[in-house]
Nanobody
Framework: QLQASGGGLVQAGGSLRLSCAASGRTFKNYIMGWFRQAPGKERVFVASISREGRNTNYADSMKDRFTVSRDNAKNAAYLQMDSLKPEDTAVYYC??????????????????WGQGTQVTVSS
C-alpha cells in the first residue's frame, strides 16, 4: 500500500516536498516513481529512483527543479519540488514496481499506485 502526502497550495516560485509512505511489502525491493495528472490530461512521468537510491530518472522538463529521493529505513520516497510553476498544478501519484532498474516512463509500467495528492500552484 502506498500513501502519498504533502500536496497543497503554493505560489509560483515556491517549493513543496511530497512523501510516499509504503507498507505491506519489502520496500527496498521496489523501484519508486512519481507521476502527475492535470485535469483533462493523461498521467505523465515525473521521476523515478532505483531500489538503493543510486540511480534516478527525470522527465526532461522537471529535472532541474525536482529531486527524487528515498529512505529505505523509513519505507518512504520523496519528491522535492522547487521553483514551482502554475503548469505544475496536478494530482501527483507515487508508484512502485519490482521490474527494471529505474522503472518505466509509462504509467502502465507500474503495478502499484498511491491515491494521489493535489498540488496547486498559483500565479
Amino acid at each position: 500500500q502506498l500513501q502519498a502526502s504533502g500536496g497543497g497550495l503554493v505560489q509560483a516560485g515556491g517549493s513543496l516536498r511530497l512523501s510516499c509512505a509504503a507498507s505491506g511489502r519489502t520496500f527496498k525491493n521496489y523501484i519508486m516513481g512519481w507521476f502527475r495528472q492535470a485535469p483533462g490530461k493523461e498521467r505523465v512521468f515525473v521521476a523515478s529512483i532505483s531500489r538503493e537510491g543510486r540511480n534516478t530518472n527525470y522527465a526532461d522538463s522537471m529535472k532541474d527543479r525536482f529531486t527524487v529521493s528515498r529512505d529505505n529505513a523509513k519505507n518512504a520516497a520523496y519528491l522535492q519540488m522547487d521553483s514551482l510553476k502554475p503548469e505544475d498544478t496536478a494530482v501527483y501519484y507515487c508508484a512502485a514496481d519490482t521490474r527494471g532498474s529505474v522503472g518505466s516512463k509509462l504509467p502502465n509500467g507500474w503495478n502499484y499506485w498511491g491515491q494521489g495528492t493535489q498540488v496547486t500552484v498559483s500565479s
